[in-house]
């Protein structure tokens, strides 16, 4: 009883999350450094080797975790940037009909007729 009782607690809490939080996280993917290529993950590594160096000490935890996520949003605003660039030529380049053109009764008229 108090394993059912103890799930049913656990689930509880699950959905009162996903509904609570569960539109913020859905929204936001937020970007890893494993999905990140080699070069940004080079250049982070470079950004937290010169604090470190300019703090003269090793970094904090919470120190790295804060280059990083500044590092990452820069990244992910970059990313959206040339993704909305992309959408915007595409639909630029996107086929439009010729308005100038007549209109065509036979292209919308059923070959064998109506029954």
Known sequence: MRNCEALSRIILYIELSTHLFGSFIMAIARLTQQDMTEKE???LKTLLDRARIAHGRPLTNAENNHLKKE?????????EAEAKKARQLKKKQAYKTDKEATFSWSANTPVRGRR
């Open 41 to 43: 993950q080079r250049e």
């Open 71 to 79: 590092y990452i949003d820069k990244l992910m605003a970059e990313r």
